[in-house]
């Protein structure tokens, strides 16, 4: 059997999440992607990724069960390139109050809070989940600079992304923020980085050219730091 020379990624699987849209969009960009538990393989590759779609306690529940949070923990120490995804970018705060208080990986100091009646211009309630395309916007007082070696690196200020959610991060610090987005009166982090680290609420994979991207620049870090 002949080894790929291709760049290898590990998708977490714990059972939720868009996992075949990500594979397919990682080897749309020339890496080998892997959609595994496997510590071994994890631990293997060249950069991990965690995405996800349900609720925050049942999410952490599978990851223990697995036995995969010092794992998760220990790339995110490392390195290596490690990216989440909507619910896999709220698993890293320290918690999250989805039905319930539960505690996260706490990679990345902060909270995961839920929409509180977001309004329109006119006052009109907006429904939650916010699904649909919206903005990605540089965050006040910052260029398009902070966006460079990070995975939002070549896109345009105000980009469209795709979104499915409830529930937004409330990072520690700030200036971790890459992005944000607004649904109706409520500005929330849509993008985050952390040394290597770099977790999105939107859904790259999902998002059409733009999106792809994203995925793009993850292969463009992975290749430079070989």
Same mark, same amino acid.
């Given at each position: 059997?002949?080894?790929?020379?291709?760049?290898?990624?590990?998708?977490?699987?714990?059972?939720?999440?868009?996992?075949?849209?990500? =594979?397919?969009?990682?080897?749309?960009?020339?890496?080998?992607?892997?959609?595994?538990?496997?510590?071994?393989?994890?631990?293997?590759?060249?950069?991990?990724?965690?995405?996800?779609? $349900?609720?925050?306690? $049942?999410?952490? /529940?599978?990851?223990?069960?697995? /036995?995969?949070?010092?794992?998760?923990?220990?790339?995110?120490?490392?390195?290596?390139?490690? @990216? $989440?995804?909507?619910?896999?970018?709220?698993?890293?705060?320290?918690?999250? %109050?989805?039905?319930?208080?539960?505690?996260?990986?706490?990679?990345?100091?902060?909270?995961?809070?839920?929409?509180?009646?977001?309004?329109?211009?006119?006052?009109?309630?907006?429904?939650?989940?916010?699904?649909?395309?919206?903005?990605? %916007?540089?965050?006040?007082?910052?260029?398009?600079?902070?966006?460079?070696?990070?995975?939002?690196?070549?896109?345009?200020?105000?980009?469209? @992304?795709?979104?499915?959610?409830?529930?937004?991060? =409330?990072?520690?610090?700030?200036?971790?923020?890459?992005?944000?987005?607004?649904?109706?009166?409520?500005?929330?982090? %849509?993008?985050?980085?952390?040394?290597?680290?770099?977790?999105?609420?939107?859904?790259?994979?999902?998002? /059409?050219?733009?999106?792809?991207?994203?995925? @793009?620049?993850?292969?463009?870090?992975?290749?430079?730091?070989?």
């Amino acid at each position: 059997m002949i080894e790929s020379n291709k760049p290898k990624v590990a998708i977490i699987d714990y059972g939720v999440g868009n996992l075949f849209s990500v =594979k397919n969009a990682c080897e749309r960009v020339g890496l080998q992607a892997d959609i595994t538990f496997s510590k071994q393989e994890i631990l293997s590759a060249e950069a991990v990724i965690l995405p996800g779609v $349900g609720a925050f306690g $049942g999410a952490m /529940d599978a990851l223990k069960r697995l /036995d995969l949070l010092s794992i998760l923990k220990e790339i995110a120490a490392s390195s290596r390139p490690f @990216m $989440g995804i909507c619910l896999g970018m709220h698993l890293l705060m320290d918690d999250g %109050s989805e039905f319930g208080d539960h505690k996260g990986l706490g990679i990345i100091k902060g909270s995961v809070i839920r929409f509180s009646n977001p309004a329109d211009d006119t006052g009109k309630r907006l429904k939650v989940p916010h699904v649909g395309w919206n903005h990605v %916007s540089k965050k006040e007082g910052h260029n398009l600079s902070s966006w460079s070696d990070s995975p939002l690196e070549g896109l345009a200020d105000g980009e469209f @992304m795709y979104f499915v959610h409830s529930f937004y991060v =409330k990072p520690a610090d700030p200036a971790l923020t890459l992005s944000t987005t607004k649904y109706g009166d409520i500005e929330f982090c %849509s993008s985050l980085q952390y040394n290597n680290v770099f977790a999105c609420q939107f859904h790259p994979e999902r998002s /059409d050219l733009q999106g792809l991207k994203v995925y @793009m620049n993850m292969a463009s870090i992975i290749n430079s730091n070989k």
